[in-house]
C-alpha cells in the first residue's frame, strides 16, 4: 500500500480558496447585523471624561457606551495577579488605541459618523512610553499596585558570581530586539450571534476553545452556551492567540441588543491594538577559555509587556527557558516583564524563541571573532553532541534530540561557506565599496505541549471524517490530517472530510500556538485513525471468516488479501450499528526541540547603506515529516518575517505613546520582491516524544533567520568595528550608513 506521509501532496484548501475566495469573518452573511466602532485613547497615560448624550441620537446608531457602563465587563491579566484590564478604559487610559467608548450602529458608516460627536476629552499626564523609561527611576506608574512596573520576573538558575571565572575570554553585548507587528493580511473580525441563551461567535482565531472559555467567563455563561467558529483566517501569527476586549464588546452587545453585532478592525487598528511581539533589551555577557571552549552565558533582559498583562508573559519565560541556545554552556539568565505605557502585548510567530535565538547567536559570534576563531568551527567545538541526549538545559528545557552539527555541516556545504570566506577576504583586499558578509546562527527552538484530542468516524455511506481541536490560520491542517487518515484506511487524502476550528462539533482544542499542531494534534490524528483501522479490519474479518491480520484496507474496501471478497468500508460501519466513531487522546510526555541552521550572505554597500541579501541557505531539522512542501512554505514564511525583522520592521511611538507606524506607509512590511531566495533543506532528526517522531515546523524559519541576517550584516561591518549598539535592527540604510560614518570618525 503506498502512503502519502513524507509526500508533498497538493494542499486540498487551496482549490476553494483560488476558485470560490477565502470566506473570512467579514465576508459572512449575517442578515440584521450591527456594527461596532470603537472610539480609542489618541494618549498614553491620560485621564479621560466622555460626553455620548449627542452621538447617541446620531442617525442609524443603536447605542453608544463608555467605560462606566460597562465596568462589569474585563479580561484577567495573564499569569499575575493585577487587577483585570477592563474592556473600556474609565476615567484613565493606559495605552493610545485603547477603547474608550463604543457605538453600535445599523452599518459601520453610521456608525464612523456618529463616532465624530463623541465628546471625549482627554488630559494626557507623562508616559512610560519606552523600557528605559518605564525603568528610570520615578517613572510613572502604568499600574498603580506597581511602583517599578516590574509585573513578572523569572530567574531559571541561582545567580553564580563565578559563573565565567574559567573563561579567558569575556565579551558583553547590548542588545535591543525591536517591537514589530505580526502584519497579518486580514485583521482582527468577530462577529456574535444571540442564539437562545448563548451565542454563536465567528471569530478570525487562533484558539477558538480559549475564546469561548474566556467569553463565557467575561459575561458569566457557561462555555457550551459560546460557540466559537473559525471561519478562513488570513495569518493569525500568534496576535489572534490572544482575546482582545473587541471580542468580549461584542459577545455582550448582541446579547443585551439581542441582535448580531461585529467589529472588523481596520489596518490603524490593526498595527496600534493588535498584540506586537518582541520587545526585549538584553544585556549579555558570553565567556570561553583562550582555545575557544564556551564556558558560560549571563544575561539580564528587560521584555516590554505593554500596559497590559497578556501573552507576552509566556514569550518572556521561552526566552528565559531557551537561553542556552545549542550550546553546552552554563547559562544564567533573569528576565523581567516590564509595564509600558504601549498597547498590550502578545505572541509573534516563535514567541520568546527567535529573541533567545537571536541574543544566544549575536553573543556567541562576537565571542568567536574576538577568540579569531571562525565561527562555524566555534559552533562545531561547542554543540551539545547527539549523544548528551535527552539534555537538561539547567534553565528549565530537557531537549529531546538532535544533531546540531549535521545541520550547520550540511548548510556550509550547500552554501559553500569556505568558497564565500575566500570572496569575502578578496572583496576587503580589493577595498571594494560593497562588502560582503556572512552570518551563520544555528537554532533550537521548542514545539508543543499539552494534549490533542481526535476523534475518526466512519459513516454507513462509507464517509470518513475527522475531527480535531487544531484551528489553522494558513498552515494546510486539512491536508496534512487527510494524509495521516488516508494512510491508514487505503484512501486518498481527498476522500477525508476534515473538521477543525468550531466548538460546536469538537469537544476540546488547544488551537495554534507553539507549532504545537503536528505533534500533537497529528499525533491524535494518527492513533485515532489507526484505531478505527483495527477496528475495521478485525469487524470485517469476522464478516469475512478472515483472520484480522489478513484484511487489507485499500480503495475504500476491507479485503481478504490476496482475494477480490471484501466489503466497502460503508457495509462494514453499517454492520456495525452505522458508524465506527473512534476518540483518542494524544498527552506528549515532554515538549520537543526543532533546531537548524541558517546562513546567510549579504552585500552592503558601504556608499548607500543598503544590504542585499545574496544567499541563503537554511537547514531546519523538524524530526520526521508529513508533508514536505507544506513544511518548506512554513520554512519560507517563518524566514521572511524573520529577516523582515532585522532588516525592515519597527513599531515605533512618539514622546507621548502615539503610534507613528500606523499604516502600512510607515510601518515597513515587506512585499515579495523584498523576500530572499531561500534555499530550504533539511535533515531529519525524529522526536523521541511521539511515535510518529514529529517536531514542530511552523516556527523555525522566525527562529533561525534573524540572527542569520545580523550576523552576516555585523560580519560586513566588522572592520569598522560597529557594534550592536551603534547599529540596532533593523538595518536600515540609514541607520547602516550613519554607524559606518560614526565609526570612520571614530
Ligand atoms: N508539518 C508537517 N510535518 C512536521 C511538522 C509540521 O507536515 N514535522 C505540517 C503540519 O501538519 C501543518 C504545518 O506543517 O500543516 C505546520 O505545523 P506545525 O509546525 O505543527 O505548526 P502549527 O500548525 O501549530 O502552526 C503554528 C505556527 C505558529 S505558532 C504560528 S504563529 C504560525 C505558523 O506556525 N502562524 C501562521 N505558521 C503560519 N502560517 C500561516 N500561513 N499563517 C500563520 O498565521
Redesign the pocket.
Known amino acids: 500500500m503506498t502512503t502519502t506521509f513524507g509526500r508533498s501532496v497538493r494542499r486540498l484548501e487551496d482549490e476553494a480558496i483560488l476558485a470560490r475566495g477565502a470566506v473570512f469573518v467579514d465576508d459572512i452573511d449575517i442578515p440584521g447585523c450591527l456594527h461596532l466602532i470603537v472610539i480609542r485613547s489618541p494618549f498614553a497615560n491620560t485621564t479621560v471624561s466622555i460626553d455620548t448624550s449627542a452621538a447617541g441620537q446620531a442617525a442609524g446608531v443603536v447605542g453608544v457606551w463608555a467605560g462606566d457602563d460597562l465596568a462589569h465587563l474585563s479580561l484577567p491579566q495573564v499569569g499575575v495577579e493585577l487587577e483585570p484590564r477592563p474592556v473600556v478604559a474609565r476615567r484613565r487610559a493606559r495605552h493610545a488605541g485603547e477603547p474608550v467608548a463604543v457605538i453600535v450602529a445599523e452599518s459601520r458608516r453610521d456608525g464612523l459618523r456618529a463616532a465624530d460627536l463623541v465628546d471625549a476629552d482627554f488630559d494626557p499626564d507623562p508616559a512610560a512610553v519606552t523600557l528605559e523609561a518605564a525603568r528610570a527611576p520615578g517613572a510613572p506608574r502604568v499600574d498603580p499596585a506597581l511602583p517599578d512596573n516590574v509585573a513578572y520576573t523569572v530567574d531559571v538558575s541561582d545567580p553564580d558570581p563565578d559563573l565565567l571565572s574559567a573563561a579567558d575570554v569575556v565579551v558583553s553585548l547590548d542588545l535591543v530586539n525591536q517591537r514589530v507587528a505580526p502584519g ?1 493580511l486580514e485583521g482582527r473580525a468577530v462577529a456574535a450571534i444571540p442564539e437562545g441563551n448563548g451565542l454563536v461567535v465567528h471569530a478570525s482565531h487562533q484558539m477558538p476553545h480559549k475564546l469561548s472559555q474566556w467569553l463565557a467567563r467575561a459575561l458569566g455563561i457557561p462555555a457550551a452556551a459560546v460557540r466559537v467558529i473559525v471561519p478562513d483566517v488570513g ?4 496576535a489572534k492567540a490572544s482575546v482582545y476586549p473587541e471580542d468580549v464588546l461584542v459577545a455582550h452587545l448582541a446579547r443585551e441588543l439581542q441582535r448580531p453585532v461585529k467589529f472588523v478592525e481596520d489596518r490603524t487598528e490593526n498595527l496600534t491594538t493588535t498584540a506586537h511581539g518582541r520587545g526585549q533589551r538584553a544585556h549579555v555577557e558570553i565567556g570561553a577559555t583562550a582555545e575557544g571552549r564556551l564556558v558560560g552565558l549571563r544575561a539580564g533582559i528587560d521584555v516590554d509587556f505593554g500596559a497590559y498583562v497578556d501573552n507576552q508573559r509566556y514569550s518572556a519565560a521561552l526566552t528565559a527557558m531557551m537561553a542556552c541556545g545549542a550550546y553546552r554552556m552554563a547559562t544564567e539568565v533573569e528576565v523581567r516583564g516590564i509595564l509600558t505605557h504601549t498597547p498590550p502585548m502578545g505572541a509573534f ?1 516563535g514567541a520568546g524563541r527567535p529573541e533567545a535565538a537571536y541574543m544566544v547567536e549575536r553573543a556567541v559570534d562576537t565571542l568567536a571573532r574576538s577568540l579569531r576563531i571562525d565561527p562555524v568551527e566555534f559552533r562545531l567545538a561547542n554543540f551539545i553532541p547527539p549523544e548528551a541526549f535527552p539534555y537538561d538545559t539547567g534553565t528549565g528545557a530537557v531537549y529531546d534530540s538532535g544533531n546540531y552539527a549535521a545541520a550547520l555541516t550540511a548548510a556550509a556545504e550547500r552554501i559553500d561557506y569556505a568558497g564565500w570566506r575566500r570572496t569575502q577576504a578578496e572583496r576587503r583586499a580589493a577595498g571594494s565599496t560593497r562588502l560582503l558578509g556572512i552570518g551563520v546562527a544555528s537554532y533550537v527552538e521548542l ?1 508543543s505541549s499539552g494534549k490533542e484530542r481526535a476523534t475518526v468516524t466512519i459513516g454507513r455511506d462509507g464517509s470518513v471524517v475527522v475531527a480535531t481541536g ?1 484551528s ?6 486539512r ?2 490530517w487527510a494524509q495521516l487518515v488516508a494512510d491508514q484506511l487505503g484512501l486518498e487524502p481527498e476522500d477525508i472530510e476534515v473538521v477543525l476550528a468550531d466548538t460546536g462539533r469538537v469537544g476540546s482544542g488547544g488551537g ?8 500533537l494534534g ?1 499525533s491524535a490524528v494518527a492513533l485515532a485513525a489507526a484505531t478505527v483501522a483495527n477496528d475495521v479490519r478485525r469487524l470485517a474479518a469476522t464478516r469475512l471468516e478472515a483472520a484480522a491480520d489478513d484484511i487489507v484496507l485499500a480503495g475504500g474496501r476491507a479485503t481478504v488479501a490476496g482475494t477480490n471478497v471484501g466489503l466497502s468500508l460503508g457495509d462494514v460501519a453499517a454492520g456495525a450499528g452505522g458508524t465506527i466513531a473512534i476518540d483518542e487522546e494524544f498527552d506528549a510526555p515532554n515538549l520537543n526541540y526543532p533546531f537548524g541552521t541558517h546562513i546567510c550572505v549579504v552585500e552592503v554597500d558601504i556608499e548607500t547603506g543598503e544590504i542585499e541579501i545574496v544567499r541563503y541557505v537554511s537547514v531546519d531539522d ?6 514536505p512542501m ?2 518548506e512554505g ?1 520554512f519560507h ?2 524566514t521572511m518575517q524573520g529577516v523582515a525583522q532585522a532588516l525592515y520592521e519597527r513599531i515605533e511611538f512618539d514622546a507621548s505613546g502615539g503610534l507613528v507606524t500606523a499604516n502600512f506607509m510607515s510601518y515597513a512590511l515587506p512585499d515579495i520582491l523584498q523576500a530572499p531566495d531561500q534555499e530550504a533543506y533539511r535533515t531529519e532528526t525524529p522526536s523521541p516524544n511521539n511515535d510518529l517522531g ?6 523555525a524559519g522566525a527562529t533561525g533567520s534573524t540572527p542569520a541576517v545580523a550576523n552576516a550584516v555585523m560580519d560586513a561591518l566588522a572592520p569598522f568595528g560597529v557594534t550592536d549598539t551603534d547599529l540596532p535592527m533593523p538595518y536600515t540604510p540609514e541607520r547602516v550608513w550613519r554607524a559606518i560614518a560614526a565609526a570612520r570618525a571614530r
Open positions: 497579518m495569518g493569525g501569527f500568534g510567530r514545539s487544531t489553522p490560520s494558513g498552515q494546510g491542517h491536508t496534512t495554534t500556538a507553539g507549532s504545537r499542531s503536528a505533534p497529528g523538524c524530526g520526521a515529516v508529513i508533508n507544506i513544511v512554513q514564511g517563518g514529529l517536531k514542530g515546523a511552523g516556527e
